[in-house]
């Protein structure tokens, strides 16, 4: 009886870690997406929806952090994922890439909202 219970908890246990890269880090929070941490989520007006990509890399990417997926990680509904120039992916709501924002650092700052007239907040 103890191995049953034995193989059953590592069973368990493996399934979980199994899913561990599905888990979606994304979340609608205060009227608009947010990842894991509560931080809100942008898109950039340059990249084209369903292109597959992100144009936003090298300084781009220092100051508009992408939201990278997890090794494994697999897109569902809405959510898909792109290949950034670097071959890292990165996750996509409806075709956009996603971004995050330095100066946001608490749950419902949207500092970089409409900067630049080019990124956006998602509402959720």
């Known amino acids: ?57 090298g300084d ?3 100051k508009w952090p992408p939201l990278i997926a997890a090794d494994g990680a697999s897109p569902g509904g809405e959510y898909t994922l792109v290949t950034r120039d670097d071959g890292k992916k990165q996750w996509a709501f409806r075709g956009k890439p996603l971004y995050t924002w330095p100066e946001d650092q608490e749950p419902g700052d949207k500092y970089g909202d409409n900067y630049l007239k080019v990124w956006h907040i998602i509402p959720g």
């Not at 059953?8 to 899913?19: D, E, F, I, M, Y």
């Open 1 to 57: 009886m103890k191995l049953v219970a034995c193989l059953a908890l590592s069973l368990a246990v493996l399934a979980g870690c199994a899913t561990a890269p599905n888990k979606l880090p994304v979340k609608a929070a205060g009227g608009m997406l947010v990842d894991a941490k509560g931080l809100t989520l942008y898109t950039f007006d340059k990249d084209v929806a369903n292109s597959g990509k992100s144009v936003c890399n």
């Open 60 to 62: 781009c990417a220092r």
